[in-house]
């Protein structure tokens, strides 16, 4: 049409629409929805809730499975670690009174053996006997978990020496009696003075305090084993498995509310290192294989970090699926929000859409004039949602003392939905505005 | 002799009401030449309304044709109607039409904003115009600050400011009262004396006459077409 381009400005937008005249629109739509401010406030807040509401459990969630995932990894993702487990069924065969009986159970020096000789791609192999009891110092007292280990246990389980040193391969062969602390047990032995050097005695053995371990965040190292679920043993003492041999035998005595139980575990624990990320899931295979065949009845447990670590982020990703539903859904309510206030504000405006219809306004510039306004209730909706979507978990992990993650995604897509959302709920009452007979709509009172 | 800027050749316009046809107009034709002043007269039910949305672009003959400065509208489609309707027509209305949330000025410019003209030359015109109907120290005013004829002078300044080919008025008088009216009628005289085209659809006898022709309808069909 001549007519129409007969004064041309600027670029032009597809559409016939261009830029100035987009601008204004914009401008207009600020005043129109200024103008009602209670109302826009209170259309905008499903989308602000929305948005606000997918952010902050988002954070939250990603915060919480960090530390999760960061417990997994502090295991060695090349580690597989075994376990010795009582039996479940060799309760009744105690239970049924025979006197000399001596329960015997888990992993033994021969697994090891075994494993080391059959399974290729194995690098170190680190044995643990786990002894529980009292630790003195004078007349403090901890319960406390004996770890009798290697001494290359700290670089294979990523836990460091915080002060002093581990104990030496020599040390082991001495069977000397040394030790090194958790940090959850100076404080509640050594309360004042460093504990290097100093004494601590178990039943009647005394061993030198040489180093300290640093502290294991959580309750435990592992989800789902067995001991992290017993809270008393988050104290832990590392010392020579030479010595342990030593000073324990294998067979263990344990006395508890009267009763008398006997039972002999060469191996707590066992950590074998596989050399490459990739064969990690194949040794721990064959090392099922090769425990299955020599362990009739399930006296063991196998623990992949790499395997809990690919289910935490499983869970994770439905965890996320989950929330984005949820926030769909809360779009949705809130785009319906809009929606609906748009559709009144149209049959409220129908004598403006005439007047500007028979003063030059085409279809489009109706549709434009509405759809702006959605936009821009949904965007301002979305910017609101985004800034208290941030706040909230940062006064959360303030408050709470959690740990909360706000990754750069989660505001951008949670804003980009929303104004989305404004174009999607928004077309329907503009085109309804731009199709009204412009007589009709002059006429309308 | 000037060149007809209207020209209404053999108009039909037929309504449905449900089953129910109604037929506004019935073969309607004449020609307005540039520079005329034109009243519309006849009784309610007349087709007057009919014939002023034709005329101006805001509804289309169901059949037969109309020429609006030569060009052919009565077959355009709905963009090129706005267009036509932005930029060579003026529309003044009984209840003024004024949008509520708008200043004068803005609401002045209007019809240029949706002829993407540069702002300061809107604003410019805008306020020559406002000017010219007397109102240039009401520019930031919402029109419900406005009196009545002040409203009105408003809807005027906006009718002129596109420039248009030809001026409708739709009862513009209707709603004030008389000394107010006549202000109005005294604005319409000097724009034609200006050589504005001016075509005024009334009821009042009064009003009517100001117009140096008036064509009266009845029935949908033109029943008499005076100049005096």
């Known amino acids: 049409m001549s007519v129409t381009n007969r004064h041309i400005h600027g670029i032009r937008l597809p559409g016939g629409l261009s830029v100035a005249r987009l601008r204004r629109a914009v401008r207009l739509g600020i005043r129109s929805l200024w103008l009602h401010r209670l109302r826009s406030l209170l259309t905008v807040l499903g989308i602000v809730f929305g948005v606000c509401s997918v952010i902050s459990m988002l954070a939250i969630g990603e915060g919480a499975s960090y530390e999760a995932q960061e417990q997994i990894k502090s295991l060695g993702s ?29 992993i033994t020096y021969a697994d090891v053996g075994r494993i080391r000789a059959t399974i290729p791609g194995v690098t170190v192999i680190l044995p643990a006997r786990n002894i529980r009891d009292y630790v003195w110092n004078i007349t403090r007292r901890v319960d406390c978990e004996m770890i009798g280990t290697v001494p290359w246990y700290p670089a294979m389980r990523n836990h460091r020496v915080v002060s002093g040193r581990f104990f030496t391969q020599d040390e082991m062969e001495r069977q000397a009696s040394v030790c090194v602390l958790g940090a959850e047990m100076v404080p509640r032995l050594f309360p004042i003075k460093s504990p290097l050097g100093r004494h601590v005695r178990v039943a009647g053995d005394y061993y030198q305090v040489i180093g300290v371990m640093e502290a294991r965040g959580g309750a435990g190292e592992t989800e789902g084993g067995a001991e992290q679920k017993d809270k008393s043993a988050a104290c832990r003492m590392f010392i020579p498995l030479e010595t342990v041999k030593l000073r324990y035998g294998e067979v263990l005595m344990r006395r508890r509310s009267g009763s008398f139980e006997a039972e002999r575990v060469q191996l707590h624990e066992l950590t074998v290192k596989v050399a490459s990320l990739d064969e990690v899931i194949n040794v721990a295979g064959a090392i099922r294989a ?33 929330l984005g539903s949820i926030a769909a859904i809360s779009l949705l309510v809130g785009g319906i929000g809009i929606m609906n206030i748009m559709l009144a504000s149209v049959t409220e405006r129908t004598r403006e859409i005439g007047i500007r219809r028979a003063l030059g306004a085409r279809r489009r510039d109706i549709v434009v004039q509405f759809l702006v306004e959605t936009v821009l209730l949904s965007g ?31 505001p951008l897509l949670a804003f980009s939905i929303s104004a989305l959302v404004g174009v999607i709920f928004g077309i329907y009452p503009a085109v309804r505005a731009a199709n009204m007979d412009p007589v009709e709509a002059l006429r309308n009172e | 002799m000037t060149l007809p800027i209207v020209q209404i050749r053999n108009v039909h316009k037929t309504f449905h009401m449900g089953s129910v046809k109604v037929e506004a107009l019935r073969g309607v034709s004449f020609e307005i030449s540039a520079g005329e002043y034109i009243s519309i007269m006849g009784p309610s039910g007349c087709g007057k309304s009919t014939l002023l949305n034709l005329l101006g672009c ?89 009196s009545g004829g002040q409203q009105q002078r408003v809807a005027i300044a906006r009718a002129l400011v596109n420039d248009p080919l030809v001026i409708l008025a739709d009862e513009p008088t209707g709603n004030l009262d008389s000394a107010s009216g006549v202000e109005i009628l005294e604005i319409f005289d000097e724009l034609n004396a200006q050589g504005k085209t001016l075509i005024l659809v009334t009821h009042d006898a009064a009003v009517g006459k100001r117009a140096r022709r008036t064509l009266r309808l009845r029935d949908g069909e033109i029943e008499h077409d005076v100049r005096h």
């Not at chain 1, 090349?78 to 888990?106: A, H």
């Not at chain 1, 301002?380 to 706000?406: D, E, F, Q």
Request: glycine share 8%; charged share 25%; with cysteine.
């Open chain 2, 58 to 146: 805001l509804d289309r003959p169901t059949v037969g044709h109309y020429l609006l400065g030569g060009q052919d509208v009565s077959g355009m489609d709905d963009d090129s109607l706005s267009a036509i309707r932005g930029s060579r027509l003026g529309f003044i209305f009984q209840s003024y039409n004024l949008i509520q949330q708008l200043t004068v000025l803005e609401n002045i410019e209007i019809p240029l904003y949706y002829q993407d003209r540069p702002e300061a030359e809107c604003r410019e015109l805008a306020s020559k115009l406002a000017a010219r109907v007397g109102l240039s120290h009401r520019l930031g005013h919402k029109p419900f600050e406005l």
């Open chain 1, 78 to 106: 090349q580690n597989i670690i075994l376990r010795s487990v009582k039996p479940p069924d060799s309760e009744k065969v105690s239970n049924q009174g025979r006197q000399s009986y001596v329960l015997q159970y888990g």
């Open chain 1, 380 to 410: 301002i909706g979305g910017i609101m949602g985004v800034l208290l979507g941030i706040t909230i978990p940062l006064i959360v992990s303030h408050v709470a003392g959690m740990k909360t993650i706000i990754t750069l995604w989660s």
């Open chain 1, 290 to 322: 090769v425990m299955e065949r020599n362990h009739k009845n399930k006296d063991y447990q196998i623990d992949v970090p790499l395997e809990m670590l690919r289910r935490a982020e499983r869970t994770k990703d439905i965890f996320n699926i989950v």
